[in-house]
């Protein structure tokens, strides 16, 4: 038994409003990066999807936070920076000899430095507000600053002499977060809070173009990076545009995803074409084509907080329960939110499972709740237990709900109602996840004691083997379409794909997501596992079981 990582479908860059958002490029312009948290993401400029944990190995001085130079391979100083009085947003170092150094502050300030090891020269105070970014030319004959003052200053690369501005009294409407020269040196974009980029020829100083990215405060261009022929923007939503020439008004493409973390993904099948949906803290739905990453967003409002879990009923709806108090149904032929599908819940969802003819039940804080064609049937409170996670028998007739008290109770669906059919089954802690097989033969348990349960259905719920291998609270688990493996989750990052007739058959997959534990992972096929994390990307896994 191996595994191999197929595919990465990467995260958008995190973005803070007012908060500029850098993109990076190789000195070859194959290749762009961003900073997600903890990750470092690294894309193709003709692929979309790329993902690395890590830094380029190009060799060249950087800057700290608090103004200390150094060679960042050695770590040795090469100076130190004076005259800000606040918080340093933006450097840049001149690639040609001799070597200079800009910084960019909270204090409406430049700096200039002439080295190595760099010394102060000037401080500079054309801004009226933040300096936000600060970049040289290629050639190194000149730099640009750009300010919160909607301002664009051009400056004399070698002595810092003023040479001018762009657009006369103003650049942009808004603060201007981000510029990018072209690789000639003749031309530069800007990225502004106006929602625009604009394209400027640096001799003239006007604007060549306005690239018009939308009306939406999520629209908000707060980076911009221009590398060979391509130019890019990252809006305020993360997502990262590319920018035509030719049409102003409607970029060439956009790539699209998640920036903040995934907390439940499904997948679903239809005319031939296998599609991931993913859904985020900030309510935000994903799909994305198994084979090509194409992706997209639902159409409409949808959900306006953390979707817990997701799961599709046999009417090809995607059943959702998010945080706001709701359980969505989403047509996945039109893939468009619609008012009338939203069904009010009395308490805080946390689980929904859906069973065949419309049936579905979810778990809410202190309460069950019994749904059929989007609407409630009934609830059963004062359970004397606090429900944690629900699975409905594949045949309908059936429901198991996990609780925090380390118990599995059993539920039969008689006409409209639930009702305790008495059984009860006891696992190691406190039930964290809990699904059927696919035939609805096995019932499989996780729980916070770091062990994974297998109950037999037809043998009146005997246990039929307990799984050991996690470090960690198990949180997530899925079957196979085989129904001879399942795999499962932890807070330890490791995934294992298990072998129900073999505990000891095992798949071990380390650190699937390196710095964040798998927090969603379903089934392509039986030989493609899909996993979620807190890094925001999706990953596809090839199994040989």
Known sequence: MSYELKSVFASLPHMERGVAKVLGGDPKGNNFLYTNGKSVIIRNIEVRRKEYLGFSDERQLCLRRFGAV????????????????????????????????????????????????????????????????????PDGNCYASAGADGQIFLYDGKTGEKLGSLGGEKAHDGGIYA???????????????????????????????????????????????????????????????????????????????HTKSIQCLTVHKADGRSSIYSASHDGHINYWDSESGENEEFVGKGHSNLVSRMTVDESEHLVTCSMDDTVRYTDLSKREYSASDVVKMDMQPKCVSVGPGGLAVTVCIGQLVLLKDKKKLFTLDSLGYEPESVAVHPGGG?????????????????????????????????????????????????????????????????????????????????????????ATG????????????????????????????????????????????????????????
């Open 70 to 137: 150094f060679l960042w391979d050695s770590g040795s100083s090469v100076g130190e920076i004076v005259g800000h009085s606040k918080i340093i947003n933006s450097v840049d170092i001149k690639q040609t000899r001799p070597y200079r150094l800009v910084t960019g502050s909270d204090d409406n300030c430049t700096t200039f430095l002439e080295g190595p090891p760099f010394k102060f020269k000037c401080t500079i105070s054309d801004h009226s507000r933040f300096v936000n970014c600060v970049r040289f030319s």
């Open 490 to 545: 932890g807070m330890d990052m490791m995934l294992y794909v298990w072998t129900v007739s073999d505990p000891d058959k095992r798949i071990k997959i380390p650190d699937a997501h390196r710095l964040h534990h798998v927090s969603g992972l379903t089934w392509l096929n039986t030989n493609t596992l899909v996993t979620t994390s807190h890094d925001a990307c999706v990953k596809q896994w090839t199994l040989r079981i």
């Open 398 to 486: 059936a429901v198991a709900v996990g609780g925090a008290d380390g118990k599995v109770r059993l539920y039969a669906v008689q006409g409209n109602t639930l009702k305790d059919d008495g059984k009860v089954l006891e696992v190691q802690g406190p039930v964290t996840d809990m699904s059927y097989s696919q035939d609805g033969a096995f019932l499989a348990v996780t729980d916070e004691k770091k062990v994974i349960t297998v109950f037999t259905v037809a043998d009146g719920y005997t246990e039929k083997s307990e799984f050991y291998g996690h470090h960690a609270k198990v949180v997530c688990l899925s079957w196979s379409p085989d129904n001879e493996h399942f």
């Open 179 to 257: 510029v990018s020269w072209s690789p000639d040196s003749t031309q530069l974009i800007s990225a502004s809070g106006d929602k625009t980029v604009r394209l400027w020829d640096v001799g003239s100083g006007v604007a060549v173009s306005t690239f018009n990215l939308g009306s939406d405060v999520q629209d908000q261009q707060l980076g911009c990076l221009w590398l060979k022929n391509h130019l890019l923007s990252v809006s305020l939503s993360g997502y990262i545009n590319y920018l035509d020439r030719s049409n102003p008004d409607r970029p060439l493409r956009t790539i699209k995803g």
